[in-house]
Nanobody, 126 residues
Framework: EVQLVESGGGSVQSGGSLRLSCVGSGYTGSTYVVAWFRQAPGKEREGVAGIDSDGTIYYADSVKGRFTISQDNAKNTLFLQMNSLKPEDTAMYYC????????????????????WGQGTQVTISS
């Protein structure tokens, strides 16, 4: 069973920073993407950043230059460092494992098997 547990969300003012973490277990495939998605109230879930199994990283245009995705393979942990936060970054943030895709495909398409964490709330005030 794949399990993903996010942490690190919170409430900060515009311009502030947060670091999200996601500890994963149970996935044994060799080709996959580990990624962050977010969903704001009344909006569809969108891809934020992802790393595929050959190390290629993809960012949504809206977060390029502000967010950094990284991973600690020894600890099965995925991170999302978020700087220069804006009110429009307010959303529930989800960690995901997406098998058999590139990072671009995982973040820009909606099909395929996806394993999700429970989410962590990020709220940015102006």
């Amino acid at each position: 069973e794949v399990q993903l547990v996010e942490s690190g969300g919170g409430s900060v003012q515009s311009g502030g920073s947060l670091r999200l973490s996601c500890v994963g277990s149970g996935y044994t495939g060799s080709t996959y993407v580990v990624a962050w998605f977010r969903q704001a109230p009344g909006k569809e879930r969108e891809g934020v950043a992802g790393i595929d199994s050959d190390g290629t990283i993809y960012y949504a245009d809206s977060v390029k230059g502000r967010f950094t995705i990284s991973q600690d393979n020894a600890k099965n942990t995925l991170f999302l460092q978020m700087n220069s936060l804006k009110p429009e970054d307010t959303a529930m943030y989800y960690c995901a494992v997406v098998p058999w895709m590139t990072a671009f495909q995982a973040l820009r398409t909606r099909g395929g098997t996806r394993y999700w964490g429970q989410g962590t709330q990020v709220t940015i005030s102006s």
